[in-house]
C-alpha cells in the first residue's frame, strides 16, 4: 500500500467507553488511526443504517487527540469516515466490546461486528473485537489491559500485512474475563444461539403493558467460541458475510495466522 496504513477505530459503547481508548492505543503505532464513535450507546443495532434522519458528525479533543463522533449507528460510521475523512482505510477495528459477541444469535445483532461487517461488505478489512467483561470499569486492571492491547495490535499488525485469512470476509475476536501467561488463542465457528429469549410482561402505573426482552444463557458446545471463551481462550472466529458457515479453508488459514502469535505472553511479560 502506498503510504502508512489508514486504521478506521469504533465501537457501538460511545466515545467514553475505555474499550474504544485500548483499541485505539493497540493500532496507533501501525499507522494513521482514526477515531470516529457514536456519541451514545448504540449496542445491538447490527447493520443498521440511518434512513429517517439526518447524520451529524463532529470534531473533538478527547484523549488529547482530535476524534469524531456521530449520531449514527456503527455501519453508519464507517461510510462517514469514507466520504468526510479519509478516502482510503486498509482496516478497520471495532471495539472492545464491553460484553463478548459470540453465537450467531449475538453477532446477528452486534453492532460491534456491524461495523466491521460493513466495512467487509465495502473491501475492507475489519475485526471486530469483544471482551466477556460486566462492565466499562473491568478494563482499568493494568494486566487485562495491557494483554488485549498487545493480543490487538499483533492481530491487527497481521491482518494489515496479509488480509483477512481465505474463505473469510471479517475476523470476530472475542476476549476471556481473565488473561495470563497461559491464555491460549484458539480458532473457532459460533455456536447457534447464546440465549433463550424470554419475554417478561409487567403492567405500569398506568395499568398498561410493557415488555422486557432478556435471555437465559443455553449450554452450547466445548468447541464453539461460547464455550471456549467460558473456558477462558482468546478465540477467533473468520466469519462470511454470506451466512453461511466458513469454510474448512477459512478455518485452517485462521489456525496458521494465530499460530504466529505464540507465545503471545511469554512468562512474566504482559506489558507492551
Known amino acids: 500500500m502506498a503510504g502508512e ?6 465501537n457501538d459503547d460511545g466515545i467514553y467507553s475505555p474499550g474504544l ?5 493497540a493500532v496507533e503505532p501501525l499507522g494513521k488511526a ?11 443495532s447490527g447493520l443498521g443504517i440511518t434512513l429517517h434522519k439526518p447524520l451529524r458528525l463532529e470534531k473533538v479533543r478527547y484523549w488529547g487527540i482530535d476524534i469524531y463522533t456521530s449520531n449514527g449507528t456503527p455501519s453508519d460510521i464507517v461510510y462517514l469516515a469514507l466520504t468526510e475523512i479519509s478516502e482510503r482505510i486498509d482496516l478497520v477495528v471495532s471495539g472492545v466490546n464491553v460484553g463478548d459477541n459470540t453465537s450467531v444469535q449475538v453477532i446477528l445483532s452486534s453492532g460491534t461486528v456491524g461495523a466491521a461487517a460493513q466495512a ?12 466477556d467483561v460486566d462492565e466499562p470499569s473491568d478494563f482499568e486492571d493494568s494486566q487485562y489491559y495491557n494483554a488485549l492491547l498487545r493480543a490487538i495490535r499483533a492481530l491487527s499488525r497481521l491482518v494489515l ?5 481465505g474463505g473469510a470476509d471479517l475476523l470476530s475476536v472475542n476476549f476471556p474475563r481473565k488473561i495470563g501467561r497461559n491464555t ?8 447457534l444461539l447464546k440465549y433463550r429469549q424470554r419475554v417478561e410482561v409487567n403492567v405500569d402505573p398506568r395499568g398498561k403493558k410493557y415488555y422486557w426482552i432478556y435471555g437465559e444463557i443455553v449450554t452450547s458446545e466445548e468447541n464453539t467460541d461460547v464455550g471456549l471463551v467460558k473456558k477462558g481462550h482468546i478465540v477467533v472466529t473468520p466469519l462470511k458475510l454470506s451466512l453461511t458457515p466458513c469454510n474448512r479453508e477459512a478455518v485452517e ?4 495466522m494465530v499460530d504466529r502469535l505464540k507465545p503471545l505472553f511469554p512468562e512474566g511479560e504482559v506489558a507492551p
Do not use: H, N
Open 253 to 256: 488459514e485462521t489456525k496458521r
Open 120 to 131: 467487509a461488505l465495502l473491501g475492507i478489512p475489519a475485526i471486530a473485537f469483544s471482551a
Open 5 to 10: 496504513p489508514v486504521v478506521l477505530v469504533t
Open 161 to 165: 500485512e496479509e488480509g483477512i485469512p
Open 21 to 25: 481508548r485500548l483499541l485505539y492505543e
Open 184 to 191: 491460549e488463542v484458539r480458532v473457532a465457528l459460533p455456536a
Open 34 to 44: 482514526i477515531v470516529v464513535a457514536p456519541d451514545t450507546p448504540k449496542s445491538a
